[in-house]
């Protein structure tokens, strides 16, 4: 439970754990009664950022292998959030598929603040 979020944790597909061979994830889904519906994904490897399965895997290339359309993509600083005291800066994604439309945030945090 964060705030008024409640969470229950989740299991990626086996052919997906087998293509990204991650070190550890956490995968879960929060809900809140008045405010929606949130997916959470964190991933840890120790394989190069630019290259997973030996292809970029960035939100231009993981979100339409996985059926969606990118309506829009830019980058937004996250008010509040520094990293080695530098501002947080995240990919905000608008993604489509069918009827349904998300709102995804993702970056990429390397060792050395990267």
């Excluded at 519906?37 to 630019?50: A, D, G, K, S």
């Excluded at 979100?63 to 993509?73: D, R, S």
Aim: glycine share 12%; charged share 20%.
């Amino acid at each position: 439970m964060v705030g008024p979020w409640h969470g229950a944790p989740n299991r990626m597909r086996e052919i997906h754990l087998k293509q990204l061979k991650l070190s550890d994830y956490i995968l879960a889904d929060y809900a809140a009664s008045a405010l929606g519906m949130v997916n959470f994904l964190c991933i840890l490897t120790t394989r190069p950022r630019r290259s997973v399965g030996g292809v970029a895997h960035t939100p231009r290339t993981c979100i339409p292998g996985g059926g969606w359309e990118i309506k829009k993509l830019t980058q937004v600083e996250v008010p509040g959030v520094e990293v080695y005291g530098a501002p947080l800066w995240a990919n905000r994604v608008l993604i489509k598929k069918g009827g349904i439309t998300q709102l995804v945030y993702s970056w990429f945090q390397g060792q050395d603040g990267c």
